[in-house]
């Protein structure tokens, strides 16, 4: 198995609530390297209807500088952005001021994780606007969005309608919160394979280098028993690589 590739992270530094600082930057791909990722893509934060030319510029400018880190660590790095799907959203995909999954087709996006996704009409109508376009919504973190328990059959009509579901590995892959509810590698695996018609990616979604962002032995061998398309569906489709 080829290493992992990690396509949800805020590595890039100083451009978001994420890692701040070129030295945190080093040290989160230091980690990620030891844990077996060999490509990231950069994903900071894009708030339509406070983001200008000027900020876009900055924050890819910064990007290629993790890029140019990436490459004298042994890493690959891609730029993307996680859009936050908010009033403005569409001016944003129609002024181009962002950046799909590696410059492709597919783009990450995020619905605001403080209100309850169940009382949002409009994320179909959305989906179809981000498809309509041209691009491939990728939903991050799709688990934080359910307030009262996951609906497994609305996000399937979301996976129908052609988006790739993702969600963060802290969310799954919590050895203390397993420990707590007396769950192990098994109960964990029965759990994913329920979830897994719908699922499709896991990420980190790092956003510190003081964060556990990256994975345990524990979690690796967790993955590893998985059935994601971690590494081939991501590199030949979202990174056609």
């Given at each position: 198995?080829?290493?992992f590739v990690?396509?949800?992270?805020?590595?890039?530094w100083?451009?978001?609530?994420?890692?701040?600082?070129?030295e945190?930057?080093?040290?989160?791909?230091?980690?990620?390297?030891?844990?077996?990722?060999?490509?990231?893509?950069?994903?900071?934060?894009?708030?339509?209807?406070?983001?200008?030319?000027?900020?876009?510029?900055?924050i890819?400018?910064?990007?290629?500088?993790?890029?140019?880190?990436?490459?004298?660590?042994?890493?690959?790095?891609?730029?993307?952005?996680?859009?936050?799907?908010?009033?403005?959203?569409?001016?944003?995909?129609?002024?181009?001021?962002?950046?799909?999954?590696?410059?492709?087709?597919?783009?990450?996006?995020?619905?605001?994780?403080?209100?309850?996704?169940?009382?949002?009409?409009?994320?179909?109508?959305?989906?179809?606007?981000?498809?309509?376009?041209?691009?491939?919504?990728?939903?991050?973190?799709?688990?934080?969005?359910?307030?009262?328990?996951?609906?497994?059959?609305?996000?399937?009509?979301?996976?129908?309608?052609?988006a790739?579901?993702?969600?963060?590995?802290?969310?799954?892959?919590?050895?203390?919160?397993?420990?707590?509810?007396?769950?192990?590698?098994?109960?964990?695996?029965?759990?994913?394979?329920?979830?897994?018609?719908?699922?499709?990616?896991?990420?980190?979604?790092?956003?510190?280098a003081?964060?556990?962002?990256?994975?345990?032995?524990?979690?690796?061998?967790?993955?590893?028993?998985?059935?994601?398309?971690?590494?081939?569906?991501?590199?030949?489709?979202?990174?056609?690589?």
């Open positions: 198995m080829k290493g990690d396509i949800h992270n805020h590595c890039a100083d451009v978001d609530d994420g890692v701040q600082s070129f945190e930057a080093k040290a989160c791909l230091t980690r990620a390297k030891k844990d077996g990722i060999e490509i990231i893509v950069s994903t900071p934060h894009y708030i339509p209807g406070r983001f200008s030319k000027e900020d876009f510029d900055e890819t400018n910064r990007q290629y500088e993790l890029v140019k880190l990436g490459k004298e660590m042994g890493i690959q790095v891609y730029l993307g952005s996680e859009i936050f799907l908010n009033d403005d959203y569409l001016e944003m995909f129609d002024q181009g001021l962002f950046h799909p999954l590696a410059e492709g087709n597919y783009v990450l996006v995020e619905f605001d994780v403080r209100k309850n996704i169940k009382s949002n009409e409009d994320v179909e109508d959305i989906l179809y606007e981000i498809k309509l376009r041209g691009f491939t919504p990728v939903i991050a973190h799709v688990e934080r969005y359910f307030h009262d328990g996951m609906d497994l059959e609305r996000v399937q009509q979301w996976v129908d309608m052609g790739v579901i993702q969600v963060n590995r802290t969310s799954f892959l919590s050895k203390k919160e397993a420990a707590r509810r007396k769950m192990r590698l098994h109960s964990l695996s029965i759990i994913w394979h329920m979830l897994s018609p719908v699922i499709r990616i896991m990420m980190t979604d790092l956003e510190s003081c964060f556990p962002m990256y994975m345990s032995s524990w979690q690796r061998n967790t993955v590893r028993k998985m059935p994601m398309f971690f590494v081939v569906k991501i590199r030949k489709i979202l990174l056609r690589i």
